[in-house]
């Protein structure tokens, strides 16, 4: 298994102070340096203070030796001669397999090394793979990707997208029975999915921005997907105060308690019990440290502003693919098809995001990280699919709604991060008074 190369590098560390804008004045080669270093922290992370080393030393024959061993048996041992649909999904499973080992040793693990760099060099594998499974979709007729999807989820052939729930029925009628039954499993996915998201942002207030401007986009585009249309108690009550409130408050907790946590981290050679050393192995799995995300500040640009608007209506774009993509196609919301795209999607935001901010916060980053890269090729890939399979449900657009849409965008990040480098001046001015006080 290949692995990151121990090697330490002067800027591994995240950035303690975030909010960095000005680059090296003395410019040359120690600046040039310094920018090398920053891009390589966020994009692809050594692993400092390693402890077991046979995990992270390369053992590129064995890896060789361990992947041909069931290709090759089963390459022999499977009857070619029953079916040539279970020949080729043989094949494709194992071109995937193929691919996400080559990717453990090509691929960069990105700005995380934990549990393993290993694991983040297989979502950047898995990114890749699906944007060539997208591209090639792309460029298919309806009929032919319609096929494939029945061919590998013979259950979608039953399924029709006019089966979905509705919940957007008599809103005059509100009764504790008829809000209880919209608390189904999609409200605990909406809690959830803001937990992580909250976790993830690490910002109150731009957590806040998305999940606003998110019922924005569903009243916007309720013309064209049914699914959208809510009574005013469903999406202002049930969804924006309390899944996606209690969500964003349960995922800053989660990060408040985690930059209090101590971060030292012993060997588990030296733990003597069998419980300390399966405790130190689960906590392999927990984050190496936590910094905060302080995406606004006093000194904030002009850039940054269209920064923090810029992942917004990204994000929007990304919320509205998953929709419009199983709407288009008629995929079940709970199909595992759906599912698996979302797990695959939160993995690829985790690295992306915080290659993103690094880009955005410290002017000395000129690049994207390459998983940043990736993911915006997605995104985009999947909206020209949404737009070219669905040109019949967007031929009713309603322009005029989308451009309100897009202005209202840009007015609420404006103000909203307006708003938050003023309460960032205001914070900073208390607790230099108070350091003043304490003198």
């Known amino acids: 298994m290949s692995s990151a190369t121990p090697k330490k590098s002067p800027l591994f560390t995240r950035l303690k102070s975030s909010g960095s804008e000005s680059a090296d004045p003395d410019g040359g080669e120690d600046a040039a340096d310094s920018r090398d270093n920053l891009f390589y922290s966020i994009n692809e992370r050594p692993v400092e203070n390693i402890q077991l080393p046979f995990f992270y030393k390369s053992h590129t024959i064995t890896l060789l030796t361990s992947t041909f061993i069931p290709i ?80 590998v989820f013979p259950d979608l052939e039953d399924f029709t997208i006019d089966g979905e729930k509705e919940y ?123 910094t905060s995300m302080k995406w606004l500040d006093p000194s904030c640009t002009y850039i940054r502003y269209l920064a923090v608007t810029q992942l917004v209506i990204y994000w929007q774009i990304t919320e ?41 916060v410290d002017a000395r980053c000129k690049r994207v990280g390459s998983q940043c890269w990736v993911f915006g090729a997605i995104m985009f890939i999947e909206s020209i699919i949404c737009i070219r399979f669905g040109l019949d449900l967007f031929a009713q657009t309603q322009i005029k709604n989308i451009a309100i849409w897009i202005i209202i965008q840009f007015i609420l990040s404006i103000v909203f991060v307006s708003l938050g480098v003023w309460w960032t001046k205001l914070n900073s001015r208390s607790q230099d008074h108070s350091s003043r006080k304490d003198r």
């Open 72 to 151: 090759i048996y089963f390459a022999f041992t499977r009857n070619t001669e029953e079916s040539l649909s279970d020949n080729i999904w043989a094949g494709v499973k194992f071109i995937i397999f193929l691919s996400l080992v080559i990717s453990t040793l090509a691929f960069p693990n990105g700005p995380f090394t934990r549990p393993h760099p290993v694991m983040w060099r297989m979502v950047f594998g898995i990114s890749v793979l699906y944007l060539m499974a997208l591209t090639f979709i792309l460029f298919q007729n309806y009929d032919t990707v319609k096929s494939m999807l029945n061919w």
């Open 168 to 290: 957007g029925i008599n809103c005059s009628d509100v009764s504790i029975e008829r809000v209880w039954s919209h608390v189904d499993v999609f409200a605990l996915g909406h809690f959830f999915g803001w937990t992580l998201k909250a976790m993830l942002i690490r910002h109150y207030g731009i957590a806040w921005l998305i999940s606003v401007t998110w019922e924005i986009t569903e009243m916007t585009f309720s013309h064209l997907l049914p699914n959208f249309i809510e009574c005013w108690w469903d999406a202002l009550i049930l969804d924006v105060l309390i899944c996606n409130g209690a969500g964003i408050w349960l995922g800053m907790y989660i990060c408040r308690k985690l930059e209090m946590r101590k971060y030292q981290w012993e060997s588990i050679k030296n733990i003597s019990s069998t419980k300390g050393k399966i405790k130190r192995a689960v906590l392999q799995f927990t984050p190496e440290s936590w």
């Open 320 to 360: 509205l693919n998953t929709f419009f993509l199983k709407h288009i196609f008629e995929i079940p919301p709970g199909h595992p098809l759906s599912i698996g795209r979302l797990a695959i999607i939160a993995l690829i935001v985790a690295p992306s995001l915080r290659q993103y901010y690094v880009y955005v």
